[in-house]
């Protein structure tokens, strides 16, 4: 069972599934600013463990609409190696996800840790379902010699060649109630989710976040964007957003993946 309790918009369910959590540096983050670790320790201690690091959950999220399609949003590590082993981890966290059942696949960018699960011992872990990656970024990861994109190069194109894979640079509404959004700076295709019913909005921003400070904060580079100027100003256009439609937010690294953005940064 999920540390996570689901949620919804309106009739839209949004389970969460959580691999696991490993420890970073804070050292790593928000480069040439002088962050009040302390404080932000003391504000959040969920966010962070011991003195000098921070707990990076890798969550994924499960969307069940109204007609009864199961649209995933990200898929997490799968059997990609690198990452373990985890501090605290989940031994089959996918367990109660009826795979066959799943019509969709949003990948909000091609990072291991949320497209490694995509294909688990070289088959498709979601059989019937339709991957959507952003063009930039199957363009960018599939030219790469970096072996960390091993997962783009050829988990990804193994399902190309099965032909479920879309391919698209053009933000768009995938099914009525669930829109991608190109939000690029950490990745050149990364994109956000925006989950709606009438008024109620739910935004799954990728990567747009990795630390509460970075909501408070958002013009601040991030070392973990590959284009930080433009990571900070998608992540300011879409935060402001958020913040002034009263949309909620799911963030997949935090240890409490939802809450909101207002003007002192991050709510719970």
Known sequence: MSHVQPVRVGPIEIRTICEGWAALALADESPGQTVDWDGERERRP?????????????????????????VVVDTGVGD???????????????????????????VTHLHADHAGGTVIGGAPAFPN????????????????????????????????????????????????????????????????VILSHGNDVILLTGDLLHLPTQAAHPGWWSSHDEDPQLGAASRRLLLWRAAHDGWRVAVPHFARPFGS???????E
């Open 261 to 267: 953005v207002g003007s002192k940064g991050w709510l």
């Open 46 to 70: 969920w966010a962070f463990f011991g003195s000098d690091r921070w707990r990076w959950h890798v969550h994924a999220f499960v969307v069940r609409l109204p007609s009864g399609m199961i």
């Open 129 to 192: 379902a339709m991957v959507h990656v952003h063009e930039a970024d199957w363009s960018a990861f599939a030219g790469s010699t970096d072996a960390d994109d091993y997962v783009a190069r050829h988990a990804m194109s193994s399902l190309l060649e099965l032909g479920m894979i879309s391919i698209t640079d053009t933000d768009r509404e995938v099914v009525p109630g669930v829109q991608l959004r190109h939000t690029p700076g950490h990745t050149p295709g990364h994109r956000s």
């Open 80 to 106: 990609f190696p690198p990452y373990a082993p985890w501090e605290e981890s989940v031994e089959d966290p996918w367990a109660d996800v009826e795979a066959a059942e799943v019509r969709h696949v949003l």
